[in-house]
């Protein structure tokens, strides 16, 4: 039997006219919290805020996004983010429920191309004598600038132009950097701490054979240092698709510049099996203690839910997991040349990769997929909308349309990914101490993130081994779980003469969005026989139903109209909260404990599209999920 | 276009215009490729063209592709890997050539696309060359006053109430507990007191947008109207409702200009990108004769 705490009975401490808590602590004021203050907020160093964001946006700058019609350019996908209206491609006008905190541009850096350095052509004017007159010309405005004006095409139509701009304008010159450039100026106008993050990244797009092996890289740092540097691409003989090469550019990214930096990757359900190997690589080399070694030190994330897919598990890899088969896309890789076998299925999947993790790290000393979890869109439409309510689309041939279910999203000579596949997902919750790049990137470094598949939950979770019930009890668990035990991302160790290791796990909904029926805690974990397991634990679930063994077996309903595209919050807990302690535990055995919250059914966004597009929906699209947050994990090692 | 000087004046718009022409302009003079000419869509793409088969690569653009590789790298190349990137270049302009001799870049949509792509970049970088002066950005700050407002700010304690779990008892709970608390008044302890939530019960300074955050919209808006120095309530929020304690409220209020230059100055030059690309293709447009010859293919019939 787990221990499931029944929050609420053990609350509620005003009845009728009973006034007696309402009264002065009897508590001296020093043993409130050990080595803390009085105050709350005095020497409150840990995380108390978490920060919204999509750490995987193209613009109409990313080759592909380009072609698909985007014309949202850098400027409108910020503003977007920001809280404000703007247009779609498709003319439609668009707005983000809430504005995020932060946001990742991450455009293609292959074939980024053309852009005639016209930042150099302003200097090269002004240090040309007649250039230097026509700006000053141009400052003064009125009549002198009008003269100025015609004078500047004069020349130009003459071709008696100062020789410094032909050649700052020449063709061949630097034509790579431009859009670079661009990326980094728009960040750092975006950038305003404490108010919004603007980090400055890109997508590496390694796809060999389309097996999708794209990474993300995030900079913790400003233009000066990005300025240093040109991407890294794919396409030979600059550009190469094996990892390794791009963790040999992370670590000369940081040497030259004292930068810091890192790599994370997404959509291993495309990979064919090759996101997360554990024998050879498919650059030809071997998964060995080097690969291990550098893959743990350049990964700290991985983006676990977005819009091709989620990328959490797959009923074939977690049987008996009833909430497994959500949202999964298992036909064959990106361009689905070659269609998927079961056998791949293994080195696709963020659960079965943190499994293999503890294999490898066993066997070569380094765990390389030793993770933290966040969610993202990878919407090419410069559009970071994640919610079903508001969902734009992949590309811009998907924005809303009465039709875009129809469509096969990706199609060729061996199956195809039917447009109302695609799934309006995710972002990622970050804990941190402030909205600044620094303290963002820190705590996805340190993995104090988690993903959702677009709702704004709370969520915390910490493991230690001396929780108590009663600590729940606290209005501010968060001190005794910072204070007893590590957060998510965090490693547990020295099991001593502890029994079992205990987790503080609690939720909050999505201030506007639909309850929670359940949290659960995934474990995984490598026996002395050096096998895998796993196994779901029902910790906390809503409604009162009850949990034996592990499991709640009564589903938490269902009040989605399918009619109207609605729901409401008569079932499920506006909040969910337990000390939850492994009752399989064994000091010998490495593991790892993530916390998967579970929704209750919502309408998919299809179903808006019917409801508000007439859109005629195919019989065999789902109309309604669970949406969820998957927490990064905390690891046990022996 | 028949400009009149004594018209202009500090412009940006217009500079940007005028620079625009002069630029494309200059692009035609120095870019030194006599390609036939493309005008019409309707071309026959199997037309062969004619093309320069003297390849030369010039010490400038090894230079370029060294220089390249060395951003990317941190390092030059090798001789090697230096005869590569020259070998890479000339296959990939003597295809590029063979591919235009063909006419395979007429009428190709990824090429249309990717033409019309690097017209936006290219407009938008010159448009980034106005720069705004302080009359700009004063006229920008005063005519866009949501946009910059600064958000009130609440020292706030709440007590927190399930409606769910009390359920027609709520009502009767929230009075007796507002009586409560106005007896004992603003040092009350509430630690233990209403229903748990996870979320403070108390905040220093914070902002209605990060109120907003936490507990929605419609509490933030609640919290406005409550007047400071009592416990007041019940406000609504998602969860349940709250009785809350406002310390003190700091109004919402204008900036001056130096307390958001930056934002007004990025969000200055975003407006001038868009109306300058709006205004250069309209400028554009004046100039071609459009004729559409709709057939009735819309579905719904043909256009009354």
């Known amino acids: 039997m787990k221990k499931f705490i029944p929050l609420f009975a053990a609350f509620f401490v005003f009845t009728g006219s009973a006034s007696a808590q309402i009264k002065p602590s009897v508590v001296s004021p020093d043993t409130l919290y050990p080595g803390k203050a009085y105050s709350p907020y005095a020497q409150r160093s840990f995380p108390s805020h978490v920060y919204w964001g999509d750490s995987h946006l193209h613009t109409g700058n990313s080759l592909d996004a380009g072609l698909f019609g985007n014309t949202v350019g850098l400027d409108d996908a910020y503003r977007l983010a920001r809280g404000e209206e703007i247009k779609a491609s498709s003319g439609i006008p668009v707005k983000l429920s809430r504005p995020l905190d932060w946001l990742i541009i991450t455009d293609h850096t292959d074939l980024m191309g053309f852009a005639p350095d016209l930042q150099k052509g302003a200097p090269a004017i002004l240090a040309d004598p007649q250039g230097k007159e026509w700006a000053e010309a141009f400052q003064k405005g009125g009549v002198e600038a009008g003269k100025a004006a015609f004078d500047l095409i004069g020349k130009f139509s003459q071709m008696k132009l100062p020789p410094a ?474 | 276009m028949k400009l009149n000087p004594l018209k202009l004046s500090h412009q940006p718009l217009l500079h940007f215009l005028i620079l625009g022409g002069g630029l494309f302009l200059l692009f035609n003079l120095i870019g030194g490729e006599d390609e036939a000419a493309n005008n019409s869509g309707e071309q026959n793409p199997a037309t062969p063209r004619s093309i320069s088969k003297e390849i030369v690569i010039s010490a400038g653009r090894i230079e370029s592709l060294a220089a390249l590789y060395q951003k990317t790298w941190q390092r030059p190349p090798t001789e090697q890997e230096l005869g590569a990137l020259i070998d890479n270049f000339v296959r990939e302009e003597i295809m590029y050539r063979q591919a235009l001799a063909l006419g395979l870049d007429r009428d190709d949509p990824i090429v249309r696309r990717r033409m019309r792509q690097k017209l936006v970049f290219f407009t938008e970088d010159i448009a980034a060359l106005a720069k705004p002066t302080q009359e700009d950005l004063e006229k920008h700050l005063a005519t866009h006053p949501d946009t910059y407002r600064l958000d009130a700010k609440f020292t706030f304690r709440q007590v927190y109430l399930n409606a769910k779990r009390r359920g027609e008892s709520l009502d009767a709970d929230v009075n007796a507990l507002l009586a409560e608390l106005r007896t004992a008044g603003a040092a009350v302890d509430i630690s233990q007191t209403g229903d748990a939530l996870l979320l403070d019960q108390s905040y220093q300074p914070t902002s209605q947008r990060d109120v907003a955050k936490m507990f929605g919209q419609g509490f933030s808006d609640g919290l406005l109207e409550v007047e400071p120095g009592d416990w007041q309530g019940p406000i609504r929020s998602g969860f349940g409702v709250h009785l809350v304690f406002v310390d003190e409220r700091i109004d919402g209020r204008q900036p001056a200009l130096d307390e958001v230059r930056a934002a007004v100055a990025r969000d200055w030059s975003s407006t001038m990108r868009r109306e300058s690309n709006e205004a250069l293709f309209e400028k554009w447009r004046s100039q071609y004769n459009i004729t559409i010859e709709r057939p009735d293919v819309s579905g719904e019939g043909a256009p009354k």
């Not at chain 1, 959509?267 to 996101?275: A, D, E, K, R």
């Not at chain 1, 074939?316 to 896309?329: G, M, T």
């Not at chain 1, 007893?484 to 909050?508: E, H, R, S, W």
């Not at chain 1, 209750?600 to 929906?617: H, N, S």
């Open chain 1, 165 to 638: 701009l032909v050649k700052a304008y020449s063709p061949g010159a630097d034509v790579f950097a431009g859009v670079w450039e661009d990326n980094i100026k728009a960040a750092e106008a975006n950038n305003e701490p404490g108010r919004f993050t603007a980090f400055i990244g890109f997508e590496w797009t390694s796809v060999p054979k389309g097996f999708n092996l794209h990474r993300n890289v995030i900079l913790r740092d400003g233009g000066d240092r990005a300025r240093q540097v040109l991407p890294l691409t794919t396409q030979p003989p600059i550009g190469t698709t094996d990892p390794l090469d791009l963790y040999q550019w992370l670590e000369d990214y940081e040497s030259k510049t004292g930068g810091q930096a890192f790599a994370f990757a997404h959509n291993g359900n495309l990979s064919n099996g090759w996101m997360f190997p554990t024998e050879k690589t498919y650059a030809g080399g071997v998964v060995d203690e080097n690969y291990v070694k550098l893959r743990a030190k350049w990964e700290p994330h991985y983006e676990i839910t977005q819009i091709k897919g989620d990328g959490e598990t797959h009923p074939v890899l977690s049987p008996d997991d009833e909430f497994a088969d959500y949202e999964n896309w298992d036909v064959g890789n990106l361009d689905l040349s070659e269609l998927k076998k079961p056998e791949m299925l293994k080195g696709e999947y963020g659960r079965e990769a943190l499994k293999q993790g503890l294999l490898l790290e066993k066997k070569l000393g380094f765990n390389p997929y030793k993770f933290g979890f966040g969610g993202a869109t990878d919407s090419h439409t410069s559009l970071a909308t994640a919610e079903e309510d508001n969902f734009f689309g992949k590309s811009t041939s998907v924005e809303p349309s009465a039709t875009r279910v129809n469509h096969p999203f990706i199609e060729s000579e061996l199956g195809k990914i039917e447009g109302y596949k695609l799934v309006a997902s995710g972002y990622t919750g970050i804990w941190a101490t402030e909205n600044t790049r620094e303290a963002l990137f820190d705590a996805m470094q340190r993995r104090e993130t988690y993903g959702t598949t677009g709702p704004r939950m709370r969520v915390r979770f910490f493991g230690g081994w001396d929780f108590i019930d009663n600590d729940l009890r606290s209005r501010a668990p968060a001190f005794k779980g910072y204070e007893k035990g590590v957060p998510m991302g965090g490693d547990l160790k020295n099991a001593g003469d502890k029994k079992a290791p205990n987790f503080l796990i609690y939720a909050l909904r999505d201030p506007i969005g639909a309850n929670l029926d359940r949290l659960q805690v995934i474990k995984g974990w490598l026996d002395g026989a050096g096998k895998l397991h796993e196994k779901v634990y029902d910790v906390s679930v809503s409604d009162g139903r009850e949990i034996v063994d592990g499991k709640c077996k009564t589903p938490v309903g269902n009040t989605v109209d399918l009619e109207a595209a609605n729901w409401t919050n008569t079932i499920g807990a506006a909040e969910l909260a337990t000390v939850w302690t492994d009752p399989d535990f064994d000091a010998t055995e490495s593991a790892f404990y993530y916390v998967r919250v579970l929704e209750i059914p919502t309408p998919r966004w299809v179903l808006y599209d019917k409801v508000r597009l007439g859109a005629k929906i195919p019989k065999e699209a789902e109309l309604t999920g669970q949406e969820r947050a998957y927490t990064s994990p905390i690891w046990y090692t022996p």
